[in-house]
């Protein structure tokens, strides 16, 4: 991998990531933009205990432009785009509408192929693995950052999901604070080390495997299978199985399977609903050690991916119980997901 760091007019940090050594990265931004003056807020909510990013500035980001004024395609016949080169295959750059910003954070947006309209599971090994080292680099270098307490990298896709840009992209965010799902966590992790003496991250994949009945990929470095109490209509965690903190931990031999067992979660995710079906929508999140946590060692690095697409046609809304009281009722039961998971294989 080559990595190749620039600015782009407006002074935000733009990287490539290239898959060839002699990669020559030397575009200039061509655009007459003004500095960037972005200004986000966090705010704590006395009740509950959170906090909120207020960041108004938002209300102005580019939303479902035309696919050729797409601002995440490379700039090509006069037309200037967030990339300045004519081709890439992996890009990082500051999100010019972020939700985090200065002492507040960072936001970036990774871009995980040049293709319009590609995604993520039409990507193949080699493009695939080059994320994953961008996802990597990025969780290290924001190690540094003052601002930054907790790394999220994460894809939205589908309008569903609400994603305003069509181009395959994902986004990563560095948090000033540790996010209350992973205090939650922590404190179950806690708990159960009191009272057990043992790992809680450990003792869920080997009940998992062990049970075998919501396992949907079994490889030799990672695991794959629908939690016992899963959330979400259809939702897979995915955990190497010798545990690490975060990206940046993960043996050669992890890193060398992930493309093949990530990209097949994905293109059966696609294919959970039957033939003819739009594309699934999905949240894929990579859940990471907090920084300063006394023993980072004792969490376990996962990514979740689930869908809000409970059948054919339907999605599943976060209603009364869920966005009153938090408390998930899922249409699907986790064992009959996991079926209908290990059915769609891909052929």
Known sequence: MKKTATRLADGRELIYYDARDDAVRDAVDQRPLDPIATRSEIRHDRLLGDRVAVASHRQARTYHPPADECPLCPSREGRHSEIPAADYDVVVFENRFPSLAGDSGRCEVVCFTSDHDASFADLDAEQAALVLDAW????????????????????????EIGVTLGHPHG???GYPFVT??????????GEHREATGRNLFDDVVADELADGRRVVLDGEHWVAFVPYAAHWPYEVHLYPKRRVPDLPV?????????????????????RIFGE???????????????????DRGEFALHLELFTIRRTSGKLKFLAGSESGMNVFINDVPPEAAAERLREVASK
């Open 276 to 294: 003819g079906e739009p594309p699934t929508p999905y949240i894929s999140a990579w859940h990471q050690a907090p920084y300063h946590l006394t």
């Open 180 to 189: 209350p799902r992973t205090q939650l966590m922590l404190r179950s992790l």
């Open 136 to 159: 990597t680099d990025r969780t290290a270098e924001l190690a540094h950052h003052p601002a930054v307490e907790q790394v999220f990298c994460f894809e939205n896709r589908g309008k």
């Open 250 to 270: 993960l043996d050669e031999a992890a890193r060398t399977e992930f493309p093949q067992m990530y990209l097949e979660l994905l293109k059966r995710f696609d």
């Open 171 to 173: 986004q990563i965010y």
